[in-house]
């Protein structure tokens, strides 16, 4: 399969092109970011005039997997009207371009799309209620995206792992910090359910494999709260996990309005795929067997310098 990947240099699309390029031909979109990397690189801006049509047509790919995006949740509230025309617009262009040329696309959206008010888990028929800008620029690009290509696939996501620049994730975060001996907080009153960025890639692919259509949450089978990842993280490490200071995120002085409960139910997933998906404990063995072989360096040497 021809996978053209937007947001190369992110976290998530680093990852899956350096993970799929084993068994697909990958194209990896990037402005600036990547050199030397085992996947060819097209390079250009998604919001240049004709980006999309110009590279679905040079690259035919068979699908494509839509990871670009503003996704840092505080700066979309000082840009609104960039962080809609980049999460909100776009994505709706790339939906309507790939269903014109019969392109399939994975649309990476957020977990933050709900309130956090639900007791228990939310599954893709509850009704979103975003808190801040970047929740609900995501929101309306998933509708975007299915109200012009229902055949595409909206993936909710949340997820881990080693990052181009090595600060990207929640897990660099608390590696960072704690590597130093330094102490960091975690949050004690937000449940999410991460999946590592390796699980999340090849289930990302599997569902393209198996023909899945429409909206999904893609996360990992198991909740916790901020503050026991980071305990994880320090007793995978053999770091101080003293160091992990449990506070409230109303306390943390963060800008955009966060949802307490992040828990999404995957049952709708691991049904129509016929498997499990993997819970954060095995994933943060496959993190720090990554540390282990010199993972995050590797990704660091693919820099544009
Ligand atoms: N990280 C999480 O846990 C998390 C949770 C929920 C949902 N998500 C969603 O998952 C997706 C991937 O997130 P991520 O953490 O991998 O993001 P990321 O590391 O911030 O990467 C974002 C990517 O988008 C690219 N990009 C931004 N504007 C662009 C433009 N105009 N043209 C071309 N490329 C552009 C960036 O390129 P540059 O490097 O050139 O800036 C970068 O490669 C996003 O849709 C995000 O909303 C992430």
């Avoid at 976290?11 to 060819?40: C, M, Q, W, Y």
């Avoid at 996704?71 to 790939?98: I, K, T, Y």
Wanted: proline fraction near 4%; hydrophobic fraction near 40%; charge should be negative.
């Amino acid at each position: 399969m021809r996978l053209l990947v937007t947001g190369a240099s992110g976290l998530l699309g680093l990852n899956l092109s350096l993970l799929e390029v084993k068994k697909h031909d990958i194209v990896g979109f990037d402005r600036s970011k990547l050199a030397g990397t085992p996947f060819r690189i097209y390079r250009n801006d998604l919001l240049a005039h004709q980006a999309v049509d110009h590279i679905l047509d040079e690259i035919r790919p068979d699908a494509v997997i839509h990871t670009a995006a503003n996704a840092n949740v505080d700066s979309c509230e000082f840009d609104p009207q960039g962080a809609h025309r980049l999460n909100a617009e776009l994505p709706g262009e790339l939906a309507w371009a790939c269903a014109q040329r019969s392109i399939r696309l994975v649309h990476i959206s957020t977990d933050a799309v709900f309130d956090g008010t639900k007791d228990g888990v939310y599954s893709e028929t509850d009704t979103p209620n975003p808190l801040g800008i970047y929740a609900q620029t995501k929101l309306d690009g998933e509708r975007n995206v299915l109200s012009v290509n229902p055949n595409a696939i909206v993936a909710r996501v949340n997820f881990f792992g080693w990052s181009l620049q090595g600060n990207r994730s929640l897990a660099e975060f608390f590696f960072n910090k704690l590597s130093k001996a330094e102490q960091c907080s975690g949050f004690t009153d937000v449940y999410f359910c991460p999946l590592f960025v390796g699980d999340l890639a090849e289930t990302l692919v599997l569902m393209l494999e198996k023909n899945l259509v429409g909206l999904y949450h893609v996360t990992g089978s198991k909740a916790l709260s901020k503050f026991d990842f980071g305990q994880c993280i320090a007793d995978k490490f053999g770091f101080d996990p003293s160091l992990v200071i449990p506070i409230s995120v109303e306390e943390s002085g963060l800008i955009a309005r966060r949802s307490h409960n992040l828990r999404l139910s995957i049952h709708k997933l691991s049904t129509d795929l016929g498997q499990e998906i993997p819970d954060v404990s095995t994933g943060i063995l496959k993190f720090y067997a990554q540390a282990q072989q010199g993972y995050p360096q590797k990704m660091r040497s693919y820099q544009q310098v």
